[in-house]
């Protein structure tokens, strides 16, 4: 082997893998959005209802149903293409820093008595800001767009003080399928069109 | 005469199948088994012995899940493998670039003759 056919091979091997590279994590935003959706709801009406202390912390639920169907998808996908790209695990790695941030943060605010002012626009906030970002990585624009909105309503919650603080939790349910729902099919379908393409 | 000093060529990827396997891993984060068999084009047999050198180097870690036939094997590069490609890398395109205007000039010279 000479020189020129390593540099070759260096640059068909790259340009091989590029081209291989296939979208995935179609599932993941669904993952999150749907089960972070159920759980305000379910907080929202236990809080109509009984309105006790204990229904403050229904949300602990999210992670507990999110965390095993997220492991599950991205095993799936891994299983289906066998390998994750850089782009993949930075992703991932933002989205698990966001979830972390919320459980700590809500965890940290329930025993700072500060959780009926800051928790949920911090939710809505971490949320928008993830899905702003996964989609400038993955340039695809409606993430980013949804993105923005989401991180703008973000701010609704503060001004849902008192007593009518309870409508946080449906504000914020809004945000979240603006944030991780209608992105989340609207990327599953573009994926979905992408593998009949191929 | 040329001043020109020939890089060191690093022997461990100076050969086809394992410069691949490099290459495949540097440009990603991870891969498994079957996906660099498909890109490398080589025997799985070939390949394991590949990995197996790249390991003991400390150019790739590799991660096993599983036994038997559901047993799941994932290549990492390491900081280590990454620069070594890199330098590797650099080498070649220092030689070659040294090569291109030298031909250049035989041939001219020919031409001239």
Same mark, same amino acid.
């Given at each position: 082997?000479? !020189? @020129?056919?390593?540099?070759?091979? /260096?640059?068909?091997?790259?340009?091989?893998?590029?081209?291989?590279?296939?979208?995935?994590?179609?599932?993941?935003?669904?993952?999150?959005? &749907?089960?972070?959706? +159920? +759980?305000? /709801?379910?907080?929202?009406?236990?809080?109509?209802?009984?309105?006790?202390?204990?229904?403050?912390?229904?949300?602990?639920?999210?992670?507990?149903?999110?965390? *095993?169907?997220?492991?599950? +998808?991205?095993?799936?996908? &891994?299983?289906? =293409?066998?390998?994750? =790209?850089?782009? @993949?695990?930075?992703?991932?790695?933002?989205?698990?820093?966001?979830?972390?941030?919320?459980?700590?943060?809500?965890?940290?605010?329930?025993?700072? !008595?500060? &959780?009926?002012?800051?928790?949920?626009?911090l939710i809505g906030l971490m949320c928008g800001m993830g899905c702003f970002m996964t989609? /400038? %990585?993955?340039?695809?624009? *409606?993430? =980013?767009?949804?993105?923005?909105?989401?991180?703008?309503?973000?701010?609704?919650?503060?001004?849902? @003080?008192?007593?009518?603080?309870?409508? @946080?939790?449906l504000v914020t349910a809004v945000i979240? %399928?603006?944030?991780?729902?209608? *992105?989340?099919?609207? +990327?599953?379908?573009?994926?979905?069109?992408s593998y009949i393409k191929q | 005469m040329s001043t020109f000093k020939?890089?060191?060529? !690093? *022997?461990?990827l100076h050969s086809e199948l394992r410069l691949k396997i490099m290459v495949a891993l540097a440009s990603l984060e991870s891969a498994d088994f079957t996906y660099l068999c498909e890109i490398t084009d080589c025997t799985r047999g070939n390949l394991s012995v590949q990995i197996a050198t790249l390991k003991e180097a400390d150019y790739i870690t590799v991660s096993k899940t599983g036994v038997g036939p559901l047993s799941h094997t994932v290549c990492h590069i390491t900081q280590k493998g990454r620069s070594a490609l890199q330098v590797y890398e650099d080498g070649l395109r220092q030689m070659f670039d040294e090569r291109v205007p030298s031909r250049e000039a035989e041939e001219s010279k020919k031409s001239v003759n």
């Amino acid at each position: 082997m000479d !020189n @020129q056919q390593e540099l070759d091979i /260096i640059s068909s091997i790259r340009g091989e893998v590029m081209a291989n590279r296939e979208l995935t994590g179609e599932n993941l935003f669904l993952a999150w959005g &749907y089960p972070t959706v +159920f +759980f305000l /709801i379910v907080e929202f009406v236990a809080l109509q209802v009984w309105n006790e202390d204990w229904c403050g912390w229904i949300w602990a639920g999210i992670p507990l149903i999110g965390i *095993p169907l997220m492991l599950y +998808f991205v095993n799936e996908d &891994y299983e289906r =293409t066998h390998h994750r =790209t850089l782009d @993949q695990n930075v992703i991932m790695m933002m989205w698990v820093f966001i979830g972390f941030a919320c459980c700590v943060g809500g965890f940290a605010m329930g025993m700072a !008595n500060v &959780y009926r002012q800051c928790l949920f626009p911090l939710i809505g906030l971490m949320c928008g800001m993830g899905c702003f970002m996964t989609g /400038i %990585i993955l340039h695809f624009r *409606p993430k =980013t767009v949804c993105g923005i909105i989401a991180s703008a309503l973000s701010a609704v919650p503060l001004f849902l @003080q008192g007593d009518l603080w309870h409508w @946080q939790l449906l504000v914020t349910a809004v945000i979240v %399928i603006i944030a991780l729902i209608i *992105p989340g099919h609207l +990327f599953r379908r573009y994926v979905r069109k992408s593998y009949i393409k191929q | 005469m040329s001043t020109f000093k020939f890089p060191v060529i !690093n *022997p461990l990827l100076h050969s086809e199948l394992r410069l691949k396997i490099m290459v495949a891993l540097a440009s990603l984060e991870s891969a498994d088994f079957t996906y660099l068999c498909e890109i490398t084009d080589c025997t799985r047999g070939n390949l394991s012995v590949q990995i197996a050198t790249l390991k003991e180097a400390d150019y790739i870690t590799v991660s096993k899940t599983g036994v038997g036939p559901l047993s799941h094997t994932v290549c990492h590069i390491t900081q280590k493998g990454r620069s070594a490609l890199q330098v590797y890398e650099d080498g070649l395109r220092q030689m070659f670039d040294e090569r291109v205007p030298s031909r250049e000039a035989e041939e001219s010279k020919k031409s001239v003759n």
